[in-house]
């Protein structure tokens, strides 16, 4: 008995058709995948903020001076500051990370206020204007017995000084 045979077929090109057809379901399968998570209601829809956020910045808010300061408010497109929202007097340091977006402008206000004494506050926003660069500090005010400057060393800190002791930076290597 004769076992039947496909003529015009030969092993290597079998193999590159199963190949071809491995290819074929694997691909297929990658963009149904995507359909159906972006289709899926508990996803959150491309209208989303989330899909336009391309990265964060980090801003140090360093404190010089001999008070001890806390935050009382920070609103918009930041997160609270890291470690804690109390910066200890003479190098006391928080981090607060602005989200950027793609798409559109990022902005956060924050202000801190003495907890010795309540005449202490600062008052500053971060903020990334689309189509004016990196991200900067503005609008920085301050009262009583401190004064506040963005940093020589990076722009991407905030100094706190008392007004009498003038302005102490430790030097960068």
């Known amino acids: 008995m004769e076992i039947p045979r496909i003529s015009?077929?030969?092993g290597k090109s079998l193999g590159i058709i199963l190949v071809?057809?491995?290819l074929l379901v694997i691909v297929t399968s990658v963009f149904s995948t995507k359909y159906w998570i972006h289709n899926n209601s508990s996803v959150q829809s491309p209208?989303?903020?989330s899909v336009d956020i391309a990265a964060t910045q980090t801003f140090a808010i360093v404190n010089y001076s001999r008070f001890r300061l806390g935050l009382d408010n920070i609103s918009g497109d930041a997160s609270p500051p890291t470690p804690s929202i109390t910066l200890l007097p003479y190098e006391?340091?928080?981090e607060i990370n602005l989200t950027i977006y793609r798409l559109r402008?990022?902005?956060s206000n924050a202000i801190y206020r003495s907890r010795e004494f309540r005449s202490e506050s600062l008052s500053f926003t971060?903020?990334?204007i689309i189509g004016f660069g990196l991200p900067r500090i503005t609008n920085i005010v301050t009262t009583g017995e401190i004064e506040a400057n963005v940093s020589s060393?990076?722009?991407f800190r905030l100094?706190?000084?008392d007004i009498q002791g003038g302005i102490y930076e430790p030097r960068k290597f």
Do not use: A, Q, T
């Open 153 to 155: 060393v990076s722009s």
């Open 92 to 94: 006391g340091i928080n």
């Open 8 to 10: 015009s077929v030969n």
């Open 126 to 128: 971060l903020e990334r």
């Open 20 to 22: 071809l057809f491995i």
């Open 105 to 107: 402008s990022s902005s």
């Open 47 to 49: 209208d989303d903020d």
């Open 159 to 161: 100094i706190i000084n």
